[in-house]
């Protein structure tokens, strides 16, 4: 199957009806001041540090994902409400990211395997389709698997610009290559505080806004 076609495959499994109710989108757009606890400069260094050391992690929680018109296919609509489930497991050297709907099942699953270089993409049918590589796969769907944790985490690896912090210290939000990334509430988790809610937004794609209800670390 070629680029495109996979490319067309995957947005049209993200445009199922994916989204959180909408009570749930007014509070992204009404709350622009990040809230939530804090810590200091130094205490935020050392828990950045400690948090790209984690090879095993889970996280879980909630995501929404509105494409642009320009990303439609066909007759698929994105105007839809629901409620969809995210889960995001890593292991030393491979991962596992799953979206599923309350109604529908998995919508789709991506994995990468210990040792390989390949990505795999496994849709709602449980049909899959092979990449050879994590950069070929985020090219065919516009979607960079591999930063999507350490954006969950509110981490930046150094090649971001117009990285922001607000007052208290707490990242804002960035720019990754053409993804904004805008964080919104933060919360403890454990002995970590981390994101709670954030918005991954790219001028070509759309938004996927994500709520995230558990780590475990």
């Known amino acids: 199957m070629t680029t495109p076609c996979l490319r067309r495959l995957f947005l049209a499994v993200l445009v199922l009806p994916v989204l959180l109710l909408s009570a749930c989108t007014t509070s992204f757009e009404q709350n622009v001041q990040i809230i939530g606890p804090n810590l200091t400069k130094e205490q935020w260094n050392a828990q950045r ?83 050879s590589s994590e950069a070929e796969f985020s090219k065919a769907v516009q979607i ?40 919104y509430e933060y919360e403890k988790f454990g002995d970590f505080i981390l994101p709670k809610r954030l918005i991954v937004t790219n001028a070509k794609v759309g938004t996927i806004k994500i709520v995230v209800n558990k780590w475990d670390l």
Do not use: C
């Open 49 to 131: 540090d400690v948090l790209l050391d984690k090879s095993s992690f889970t996280t879980r929680g909630e995501v929404e994902i509105d494409l642009l018109p320009q990303a439609h296919y066909g007759n698929t609509n994105t105007n839809t409400q629901g409620s969809a489930k995210y889960v995001y497991q890593a292991k030393p050297n491979s991962y596992t990211f799953a979206v599923t709907h309350f109604m529908a099942g998995v919508l789709f699953k991506v994995k990468k395997g210990d040792g390989v270089p390949g990505v795999e993409l496994i849709n709602s049918d449980g049909n899959k389709y092979n990449f």
């Open 144 to 183: 960079p698997i591999s930063r999507l944790p350490y954006w969950i985490m509110g981490i930046t690896l150094g090649d971001e610009r117009d990285v922001r912090s607000d007052v208290s210290g707490r990242l804002e939000q960035f720019n990754s290559n053409g993804w904004i990334v805008r964080y």
